[in-house]
Structures are given as C-alpha cells and as structure tokens.
C-alpha cells in the first residue's frame, strides 16, 4: 500500500522516454519494449546468417557474436546508452544484461562459455566515472547465464582517445597495443571459453584488440556480445 503511494506520488521514469513507470515496470516501460530495435543474431548463432559474425570474419576468430539491439542514432538505444554511460544508472546496465541473458540461456548458449569478461576502462576514467558501464552489463548477463565474470582478467594500458568520429583505420591504431591480461589472471584465461562484454560495438576494433591479447594469453575461444552494435 505504501509503496503504491509512493509510486503514485513520485513515479520512476523509463530510461528510454522519461515517460513515468506503472506498476510491474522495470527501468523501460512496456511501450518502449515493444519498440526497441532488438536484434536476431543469437537465432542465426556461428553462421553466415549472422551479420555480426560476418564482421570479425578474417580479422579475428570469434566463436560468437551478439548484440541485444541495433544502434539507432538519435533513438531509444541511444538514449539508454547516453544515461547508462553518462547519466549514473548502473542499474540500467545490470537490468538489461539480466534480460539479454535470459534470451541466450533460453536458446542453450551458457553451454559454451566459461567466464564472461568485460572491456576495461582507463583506471583514470575509471575513477572519474565510478563505475564501467561494461561492467554492469557483464554482472547481469553472468546472473542470468549462472556464469562467472570478472572485471580483473583485462586492464586498459593507455588512455586512448575517444573513438567517436574516427574512422576504422584511426579506430584500430587508437587501441593497437592498448590492452593487456593482468600476469595474476593469466592461468584464469588459460584454455577458457571467453565471452567479451561491451556496450556498443561500431567498427569492432576495441573487441578485436582485446580477443587477440586473450587468444594470446591462452583463452580457448573468444566470444563476443554488446548491447547494441551500429
């Protein structure tokens, strides 16, 4: 009754249209929901069908590649993003890791991985942010896939500069030599299989660095999912 009250008086606000919350809605309204770009790539898995596969195809071997949604400029995902990444709603993250994985445990894909591990920030943006927002997502895929994750197998060596607005070429030579495993997590890598988490996936240049130096460092196999790719 309280909580009812409550929610009456000062009703939380979706995060993808600010339109106020009911009851039973978490984070994003139902209409909202029903109109996020969402993807099929875990449908097509390792296939040609997969155009996000097709991405990584001669660069890196990836066993698999998703996204929950397609990147819309100046839509609903990108307003997500902006306020998981900006705006300090980590629980924003986590809630659409929880449902994101819930779909891959329902098509059997928690089969294939041992640990999820998430794109590293900059210790420095790290600090200034408070929290990564690939971070997040990973804790919520590993809680609905029954999966551990950590955020201590990879570290970002260099503050490279945004990647917005660079083009491939530019994009690749921001993070060449960029990432490292950590020595302490090398035998946590070592014959694993690794789903790579980040929040958005643009050229891929970010996630292919990072699944060469897990590669290198022993991983079985790297796997690849984001919340949205462009």
């Known amino acids: 009754m309280f909580e009812d009250l409550l929610s009456l008086l000062f009703p939380e606000s ?77 629980e924003l993250g986590e809630h659409l890791g929880q449902r994101y994985g819930s779909l891959l445990s329902n098509y059997q894909y928690a089969q294939h991985f041992d640990l999820l591990v998430p794109v590293p920030l900059h210790k420095y943006k790290l600090r200034r942010r408070g929290y990564n927002q690939s971070d997040v997502f990973a804790k919520g895929l590993a809680e609905a896939l029954q999966l551990p994750w950590s955020s201590n197998v990879l570290v970002r060596k260099v503050a490279s500069s945004s990647q917005t607005r660079k083009s491939r070429l530019e994009r690749w030579q921001n993070v060449e030599e960029v990432f490292q495993v950590r020595q302490a997590q090398t035998a946590a890598v070592q014959d694993k299989r690794i789903l790579l988490v980040d929040d958005v996936l643009t050229t891929g240049a970010t996630l292919e660095a990072c699944a060469v130096v897990l590669l290198a460092a022993g991983a079985a196999e790297v796997s690849i999912v984001t919340i949205a790719a462009a």
């Open 14 to 90: 979706c995060y993808a249209c600010d339109g106020a919350l009911v009851r039973g809605e978490k984070c994003i309204c139902t209409s909202c929901n029903a109109k996020l770009p969402y993807t099929d790539f875990h449908v097509h898995g390792a296939t040609e069908l997969n155009p996000l596969q097709r991405r990584f195809w001669g660069k890196v071997p990836v066993r698999f590649a998703f996204s929950y949604f397609y990147f819309v400029p100046k839509g609903r995902v990108q307003r997500l993003l902006h306020k998981l990444k900006y705006k300090g709603v980590q």
